[in-house]
């Protein structure tokens, strides 16, 4: 099921995400996406909650949102996010934890992300240059995604994505 505010993009829902509740049942899904959406929202952390209240105890939440190394790169980008940001979801936070639960599975920073897009604006030579120095940079970020999202992504241009994978906790 798609949802999306935009009624000439074929979505099943048709609603505006800074809206809440969404018209969907509590624990409707095993697996929710965001993919390059949060960032365009006046604030994550109502989204948030009701990402977790549509999903099912132990399901999947994945983002997929820009970097904040790479600056707001879109004229609609209301932020950039971190690694830091699945803090908020955990109780022992006491920074700002927002009273909905994840666990995070994954965190990934990607270099060249989005290759769909590049691979329609970009010559040939640069788009492989991309993708090969991409898969270089975001293999190394790997390896420690925290000390690269606060020192190393400088040094090589920033980081156009972060991803995290996060498990759905609920008290039942």
């Known amino acids: 099921m798609n949802l999306d505010i ?6 099943d829902i048709i609603h505006d995400l800074q ?3 969404y018209p969907i049942p509590d624990n409707e899904f095993d697996l929710v996406e965001a993919d390059h959406v949060l960032e365009h929202l006046r604030d994550p952390f109502p989204v948030m909650r009701e990402l977790h209240r549509i999903t099912k105890n132990g399901g999947l939440v994945v983002i997929r949102t820009p970097h904040f190394s790479r600056g707001f790169s879109h004229p609609e980008h209301q932020r950039g ?5 699945p803090l908020y ?3 022992r936070f006491k920074g ?3 009273g909905v639960e994840f666990e995070l ?3 990934r920073l990607t270099w060249f992300a989005q290759t769909y897009l590049k691979r329609a604006a970009l010559s040939p030579a640069q788009y492989y240059l991309g993708v090969g120095l991409g898969g270089i940079f975001s293999f190394l970020a790997g390896l420690s995604p925290y000390a690269c999202s606060r020192l190393w ?3 090589v241009g920033g980081f156009e994505e972060v991803m995290f994978r996060l498990a759905v906790k609920k008290d039942e």
């Open 6 to 11: 935009r009624p000439d993009v074929g979505a």
């Open 19 to 21: 809206e809440f509740p």
């Open 81 to 85: 996010f971190d690694v830091s940001f």
């Open 89 to 91: 979801f955990q109780p």
């Open 96 to 98: 700002g934890y927002q």
């Open 105 to 107: 599975k994954e965190v």
């Open 153 to 155: 992504c400088f040094w």
